[in-house]
């Protein structure tokens, strides 16, 4: 939480995004975790899209999103109490070497295109703030883009003691009690 009692905000960030089921299910996240989610044009299909709306159509409505024109737009949206990090394979550190609970900072974790990634000039430019989900390269070229999404903010939302997330949750029909 900042000085005036506001919780930090993490915000997904989707560069050129082309396959809808990705966004579909990092959309569901992003309700579920009270995560802003930003969408870098062009998009590979609409949000209109029946596999987009199959993998979050219950959730669409409960997620903030902002539509960005292009990268250099998006970055024009950044404050100087915002943190920008890049998730890429490519990275040097891991995403568990960084804190996330920087008091009164949002934490912005912008993620490539599932073809190719960040732009080279991007990622060279903000080399410092390029983190990694440790991973075998010699079995995979990479994670699943909504499986990585997921692993990196509940990692951030760790950090921050889970805000305004219920920890526990009483079900009328509990299948523990």
Known sequence: MNREGKIMANHIVLFEPLMPANTGNIA????????????????????????????????????????????????????????LYL?????????????YNHEGRNNYFIFGK????????????????CIRIPQNDTHIRALNLSNTAAIVIYEALRQQNFPALEKSHVYENDKLK
């Open 28 to 83: 569901r996240t992003c309700a579920g975790t009270n995560t802003e989610l930003h969408l870098i044009e062009p998009l590979g299909f609409s949000t209109d899209d029946k596999y987009l709306k199959r993998a979050g159509l219950d959730y669409w409505d409960k997620v903030k999103i902002t539509y960005h024109e292009n990268l250099q737009a998006f970055m024009q949206t950044l404050g100087v109490a915002d943190d």
């Open 114 to 129: 599932e073809t190719t990634g960040l732009p080279e000039p991007f990622m060279r430019q903000n080399a410092d703030k």
């Open 87 to 99: 998730v890429s394979k490519f990275a040097e550190h891991a995403y568990t070497q960084v804190r």
